[in-house]
């Protein structure tokens, strides 16, 4: 994961929320990559449920 993010107190401030469907979740943005995840009590949790290239990451 991106350096800043793993410092970061508050995970909401280097991250995205999604809409929609996703509504639950939130997206960081790693090199080229995405990586979707949920935040549970101020804490990242990251089930892993695909990875790719950020054109094909919400497919």
């Known amino acids: 994961m991106n350096r800043l993010l793993l410092q970061t ?8 929320a999604l809409t929609a469907n996703l509504a639950d ?15 549970e009590a101020d804490h990242l949790v990251v089930p892993v449920v695909g990875l790719g290239h950020s054109s094909e990451a919400y497919r």
């Open 25 to 39: 979740f939130w997206r960081y943005r790693v090199d080229d990559n995405r990586v979707i995840c949920q935040i």
């Open 9 to 16: 107190v508050d995970p909401r401030q280097r991250g995205k």
